[in-house]
């Protein structure tokens, strides 16, 4: 399933204004997740200390990454509320709660 959450506050990344996120969902795989999951591992040492990965902005974000092909660097850009409501969806993925 491909989801795309309009951003309240568009974004200039690489030359593009990007009004809208779409999260393909149904490209996520076992793989896919162990994969985010040792990128999560490697980017900090303090991230081994996190026992459910699903509830971390990092990691949720990280599997944003991968669901959308933006690179983290877009991520780090946006407004705050644009950022809560992505990693927000994608905790609810996670979780089992529809949108």
């Not at 949720?60 to 809560?84: C, V, W």
């Amino acid at each position: 399933m491909k989801e795309t959450i309009e951003l309240l506050n568009p974004i200039e990344f690489h030359g593009q204004t990007i009004t809208g996120i779409e999260l393909d969902f149904e490209m996520l795989t076992g793989e896919v997740l162990i994969r985010i999951d040792r990128e999560f591992m490697a980017a900090d040492r303090m991230n081994e200390a996190v026992n459910i990965r699903e509830y971390s902005k990092e990691y949720q974000i990280l599997t944003a990454s991968h669901l959308s092909g933006l690179p983290m660097e877009f991520y780090h850009n946006i407004k705050a509320r644009d950022f809560s409501a992505i990693t927000t969806r994608v905790q609810h993925f996670f979780i089992g709660i529809d949108s």
